[in-house]
């Protein structure tokens, strides 16, 4: 079992930046890839970025070059969002994914409301 707890969300003006982060507990995601997700009212949940144990990043067209995903130890992944836009606003939950021991965990989510 994997416990994912994201924090950082809030509210920003548009044009300005949040980091949010995911802590995991309970097995090691140490394999996983870590992926941050988001989902605006009425949309289905999108990829927004992801990353590999061994570091590879991918990132959704719409965030390339504001966006940065990161994971500094083997439980701990972040999202420095910059240059935010009203159309970031959404519920962004965090996940992780190993094919290796067949598993697919989600943390709770936390709101990011972007203003104009």
């Known amino acids: 079992q994997v416990h994912l707890v994201e924090s950082g969300g809030g509210l920003v003006q548009a044009g300005g930046s949040l980091r949010l982060s995911c802590v995991a507990s309970?097995?090691?995601?140490?394999?996983?890839?870590m992926g941050w997700y988001r989902q605006a009212p009425g949309k289905q949940r999108d990829l927004v970025a992801s990353?590999?144990?061994?570091?590879?990043t991918n990132y959704a067209d719409s965030v390339k070059d504001r966006f940065t995903i990161s994971r500094d130890n083997a439980q701990t992944v972040y999202l420095q969002m910059n240059s935010l836009k009203p159309e970031d606003t959404a519920v962004y939950y965090c996940?992780?994914?190993?094919?290796?021991?067949?598993?697919?965990?989600w943390g709770q989510g936390t709101q990011v409301t972007v203003s104009s």
């Open positions: 990353i590999s144990r061994g570091g590879s």
């Open positions: 996940n992780a994914y190993s094919r290796v021991y067949s598993y697919n965990y």
């Open positions: 309970g097995r090691s995601v140490n394999t996983a890839v």
